[in-house]
């Protein structure tokens, strides 16, 4: 199973999208769930690969893309930082 398979298959990566998807929901933001983590992922590996970047670096920007948003489950505005504490370990632990 390729890396950014094992990224959207994890149920803890999911649950994060499902919370910050319910927060932002609450707050009258457009949907960011799986649908947005997935255009955004698939948006940034597309990208990347017009620009020539080898597959493992269009792999990673998949991935940045589809779990961009996480953070939201906790803070809005540091959203990105939050989700970059929050994911670390998870994407350790796949490797």
Same mark, same amino acid.
């Given at each position: 199973?390729?890396? *950014?398979?094992?990224?959207?298959?994890?149920?803890? %990566?999911?649950? %994060?999208?499902?919370?910050?998807? &319910? =927060? %932002?929901?609450?707050?009258?933001?457009?949907?960011?769930?799986?649908?947005?983590?997935?255009?955004?992922?698939?948006?940034?590996? &597309?990208?990347? *690969?017009? %620009?020539?970047?080898?597959? *493992?670096? =269009?792999?990673?920007?998949?991935?940045?893309?589809? !779990?961009?948003?996480?953070?939201? =489950?906790?803070?809005?505005?540091?959203?990105?930082?939050?989700?970059?504490? !929050?994911?670390?370990?998870? !994407? *350790?632990? !796949?490797?």
């Amino acid at each position: 199973m390729e890396y *950014k398979d094992k990224v959207v298959a994890s149920a803890e %990566l999911r649950e %994060l999208i499902d919370n910050s998807e &319910r =927060c %932002l929901a609450a707050m009258s933001y457009t949907e960011h769930g799986y649908r947005h983590a997935n255009y955004v992922a698939a948006t940034a590996h &597309r990208i990347l *690969k017009s %620009l020539g970047y080898d597959e *493992k670096t =269009c792999d990673l920007g998949f991935i940045a893309g589809y !779990l961009h948003d996480v953070g939201n =489950c906790v803070n809005r505005y540091t959203h990105g930082i939050t989700g970059a504490i !929050l994911v670390y370990p998870i !994407l *350790k632990e !796949l490797g």
